[in-house]
């Protein structure tokens, strides 16, 4: 399955859009992608019996279908009508929510469907009532009009770049619980770091350190406190020290990275040594002491681990 029409397809198909004729509808995920547009994709056609109401979601990380908010299709079998949502969760409250202009605009699907018998208080983006016409699937919108390929992509990247840019604003808020779910992460950034250092854009440049086979690179320890990383440089063999901002301010972290530096500096005797922090979010502190700080470097992480260097 290369697209998203083809997803949909099969989904519709495998819900068991007509019992009489297709049965009650698979419980059985097929090889769908795990993945679209750089978001998680969940689908669920019931646990133990089939669902009333199959899905497929599409979660950005630190964001649980039980527990958040995201773009979800809902097929509502009896009413055959397909729902691209703005999707809340009905398990759990989510601690954030979609912004004020859908919560205040946008109809719930309870107002648009009668007696829907789940989901209620998802908002209605786009509807389609899908039909099956030999191996095929066909859409129409309520007014009958049929809706093309390109328009229910169209509708999905439309809305899920919304998202995007919704959960990018709630991850850069400091006491957003989004934003504090990024602190998990960073927990295992390190590891993930160094076990995947080739592949990163640190292992083009510098060397992991070997001490009789061991690696000691990772919380290299120093009389002023672990340094997160250190390596070398493979061309200057100078030092460099990494520091990941951890849950702690711009001006803690800057001022953890200078005492490693100078340390590295007197100890090792490296007037060239160099300093890099990793961060999950920029902010003008941590800008105004880059550019202060000579040889130091920030990279920014996203929610995928992919490592990028901040240039201003």
């Known amino acids: 399955m290369n697209n998203i029409v083809e997803i949909l397809n099969a989904f519709i198909i495998q819900s068991g ?7 009650p509808g698979g419980q059985v995920v097929k090889p769908y992608p795990k993945e679209f ?38 097929f509502y079998k009896k009413s055959r009508k397909l ?54 699937v066909k859409y129409v ?10 328009i229910l992509t169209k509708d999905l990247i439309e809305i899920i770049n919304y998202y995007k840019k919704t959960v990018d604003v709630e991850i850069k808020k400091e006491d957003s619980p989004i934003g504090q779910g990024l602190f998990h992460l960073e927990k295992v950034l390190e590891a993930f770091i160094i076990e995947n250092w080739d592949r990163t854009e640190f292992g083009k440049k510098y060397d992991l350190i070997y001490e009789d086979e ?19 440089d493979k061309k200057t063999k100078n030092y460099v020290v990494i520091e990941l901002k951890k849950d ?13 530096m100078g340390w590295i500096k007197k100890n090792k005797k490296d007037d060239g040594v160099k300093g890099i922090i990793i961060a999950g979010r920029f902010d003008d502190r941590l800008d105004h ?8 470097e920030v990279f920014l992480y996203d929610v995928l681990f992919k490592l990028s260097e901040y240039k201003k």
């Open 214 to 232: 061991k690696l000691i690179s990772k919380q290299y320890q120093t009389d002023v406190g672990p340094i997160d990383i250190l390596a070398r």
């Open 141 to 150: 919108d309520d007014n009958n009009k049929p809706v093309s390929n390109d």
């Open 37 to 74: 547009m750089d978001l998680k994709m969940g689908i669920s056609f019931g646990q133990g019996s089939p669902a009333r109401v199959p899905w497929i979601s599409f979660l950005a990380p630190e964001m649980r279908t039980m527990e958040g908010f995201y773009p979800v299709y809902l």
């Open 248 to 260: 702690q301010t711009s001006d803690d972290t800057v001022g953890q990275l200078t005492r490693y």
């Open 289 to 296: 002491a880059r550019i202060m700080i000579p040889n130091c």
């Open 17 to 23: 859009f007509d019992e009489k004729l297709y049965g």
């Open 83 to 136: 729902i691209l949502s703005y999707g809340v969760s009905e398990t759990k409250e989510a601690k954030t929510s979609w912004p004020e202009e859908i919560l205040n605009n946008c109809k719930k699907i309870q107002d648009y469907l009668e007696k829907p018998p789940r989901y209620l208080n998802s908002f209605v983006f786009k509807t389609y009532t899908p039909s099956i016409q030999g191996k095929e």
